[in-house]
């Protein structure tokens, strides 16, 4: 089966809301394609195995069909949840509403200007996304199997084998008779055992008396005086004698002088500074700037609220129409402007260093008669100087309002 064939995501989104609800909707369709690919699939082993498929005669067993029924019922409930999963898939999508609005009434034509010299030819625009793959048709029935070949030479005689294991050795031949034994002489009779006498009837057990109170332990005796002991070797150790009660723990002394602080080593050599990545720059290096107006039009735009600066390769000073960039570095540029909707021809331009530059549009929506419009734009401050940033309006006279950049460094 085909492949979903989706468009180059770069740092820069060419693809509009619209787009990607297309692109989302025919990921659906391409993994229906594939169940009901897997689907045949399933339905053709099953074929095989009855031998109905055109040109094919095979002899399954009940034990084939049982393994095989098992393994297609296995299949079968896992499409059946995977169709519950795009079902889902499918409402969310349908639950948004992609609709665009009305468009607004055209604007009367102003009358025609005197003809000036013809501009040079501007830059050819950036090729269009290529559309996605169409789905791959359904893969034919197998033609008929072809005619056996001819069969081949016969192959060289294989090697002589092994050696057969020796035979069984052969039945041992009968044993000559045996010689006749001498006649035992009889055995003498055994004497008349004596009768055992009879067991005489034992006595009753008396009953067992009571135990008497033990006495109570008379005192210890006084303790003798220590023998002497003539030769230290045969005279035995004595048994410990008890542990006396302990003494009372004696006063905490006072705590001794701090001693003298040691020299401090040598601090080591710092070690070589690594790389900045690309996010901890992004990071360090952010600014974020309004103006919510209304502003003056047309002319260039005063950044008048720093929200947020962070680094020090973004600058501004608030009220003031430039924005500084710091050369040898790589920046990211969004802003979103909000324009009357009475003034249809007018629009912004962001200006690098004093030329214009094509920020790519990603949002351009009419709500509560304004235009809101935002785009991006990825430029490389070169130097040696710090590069500028302007934001002007073009076009007649008309209301703007909810100027917003946001600046990242990107490297």
Same mark, same amino acid.
């Given at each position: 089966?085909?492949?979903?064939?989706?468009?180059?995501?770069?740092?820069?989104?060419?693809?509009?809301?619209?787009?990607?609800?297309? +692109?989302?909707?025919?990921?659906?369709?391409?993994?229906?394609?594939?169940?009901?690919?897997?689907?045949?699939?399933?339905?053709?082993?099953?074929?095989?195995?009855?031998?109905?498929?055109?040109?094919?005669?095979?002899?399954?067993?009940?034990?084939?069909?049982?393994?095989?029924? $098992?393994?297609?019922?296995?299949?079968?409930?896992?499409?059946?949840?995977?169709?519950?999963?795009?079902?889902?898939?499918?409402?969310?999508?349908?639950?948004? $509403?992609?609709?665009?609005?009305?468009?607004?009434?055209?604007?009367?034509?102003?009358?025609?200007?005197?003809?000036?010299?013809?501009?040079?030819?501007?830059?050819?625009?950036?090729?269009? &996304?290529?559309?996605?793959?169409?789905?791959?048709?359904?893969?034919?029935?197998?033609?008929?199997?072809?005619?056996?070949?001819?069969?081949?030479?016969?192959?060289?005689?294989?090697?002589?084998?092994?050696?057969?294991?020796?035979?069984?050795?052969?039945?041992?031949?009968?044993?000559?008779?045996?010689?006749?034994?001498?006649? =035992?002489?009889?055995?003498?009779?055994?004497?008349?055992?004596?009768?055992?006498?009879?067991?005489?009837? =034992?006595?009753?057990?008396?009953?067992?008396?009571?135990?008497?109170?033990?006495?109570?332990?008379?005192?210890?005796?006084?303790?003798?005086?220590?023998? &002497?002991?003539? $030769?230290?070797?045969?005279?035995?150790?004595?048994?410990?004698?008890?542990?006396?009660?302990?003494?009372? =723990?004696?006063?905490?002394?006072?705590?001794?002088?701090?001693?003298?602080?040691?020299?401090?080593?040598?601090?080591?050599?710092?070690?070589?500074?690594?790389?900045?990545?690309?996010?901890?720059?992004? =990071?360090?290096?952010?600014?974020?700037?309004?103006?919510?107006?209304?502003?003056?039009?047309?002319?260039? +735009?005063?950044?008048?609220?720093?929200?947020?600066?962070?680094?020090?390769?973004?600058?501004?000073?608030?009220?003031?129409?430039?924005?500084?960039?710091?050369?040898?570095?790589?920046?990211?540029?969004?802003?979103?402007? $909000?324009?009357?909707?009475?003034?249809?021809?007018?629009?912004?331009?962001?200006?690098?260093?004093?030329?214009?530059?094509?920020?790519?549009?990603?949002?351009?929506?009419?709500?509560?008669?304004?235009? !809101?419009?935002?785009? !991006?734009?990825?430029?490389?401050?070169?130097?040696?100087?710090?590069?500028?940033?302007?934001?002007?309006?073009?076009?007649?006279?008309?209301?703007?309002?909810?100027?917003?950049?946001?600046?990242?460094?990107?490297?």
């Amino acid at each position: 089966m085909s492949q979903a064939n989706l468009p180059n995501i770069t740092p820069t989104v060419l693809i509009t809301r619209d787009q990607v609800v297309s +692109l989302l909707l025919s990921s659906i369709a391409l993994e229906e394609i594939g169940m009901s690919h897997i689907l045949n699939s399933e339905g053709e082993k099953i074929q095989y195995l009855v031998g109905t498929l055109p040109g094919l005669t095979v002899t399954a067993t009940l034990s084939d069909l049982l393994l095989v029924n $098992d393994s297609v019922q296995d299949t079968i409930q896992a499409l059946v949840k995977k169709t519950f999963l795009l079902e889902s898939k499918l409402s969310s999508i349908l639950s948004n $509403d992609v609709s665009t609005g009305a468009t607004g009434a055209t604007g009367a034509t102003g009358a025609a200007g005197p003809t000036g010299p013809t501009g040079p030819t501007g830059a050819t625009g950036l090729t269009g &996304v290529t559309g996605a793959t169409g789905a791959t048709g359904a893969t034919g029935n197998s033609g008929p199997t072809g005619a056996s070949g001819v069969t081949g030479p016969t192959g060289v005689t294989g090697a002589t084998g092994a050696t057969g294991a020796t035979g069984a050795t052969g039945a041992t031949g009968l044993a000559g008779a045996a010689g006749v034994s001498g006649v =035992t002489g009889a055995t003498g009779a055994t004497g008349v055992t004596g009768a055992t006498g009879a067991t005489g009837l =034992t006595g009753v057990t008396g009953a067992t008396g009571a135990t008497g109170d033990p006495g109570g332990t008379g005192p210890d005796g006084p303790i003798g005086p220590t023998g &002497v002991c003539p $030769d230290p070797a045969d005279c035995p150790t004595g048994p410990t004698g008890a542990t006396g009660t302990p003494g009372a =723990t004696g006063a905490t002394g006072a705590t001794g002088a701090t001693g003298a602080v040691g020299v401090t080593g040598a601090t080591g050599a710092t070690g070589a500074t690594g790389e900045t990545g690309i996010a901890a720059l992004a =990071t360090a290096n952010f600014a974020s700037i309004i103006s919510p107006g209304p502003l003056v039009t047309p002319a260039n +735009l005063p950044f008048n609220t720093v929200r947020l600066i962070s680094g020090s390769l973004i600058s501004v000073t608030p009220g003031d129409i430039t924005i500084f960039l710091q050369p040898v570095h790589t920046y990211m540029i969004t802003v979103k402007l $909000d324009l009357s909707t009475n003034a249809t021809s007018q629009n912004f331009v962001v200006l690098f260093d004093g030329a214009s530059i094509v920020l790519q549009p990603f949002m351009n929506t009419s709500v509560g008669g304004l235009i !809101s419009m935002m785009g !991006s734009v990825i430029v490389n401050a070169v130097g040696p100087a710090p590069s500028t940033i302007n934001v002007q309006v073009v076009g007649p006279n008309g209301t703007a309002s909810n100027l917003n950049v946001s600046i990242f460094a990107l490297s």
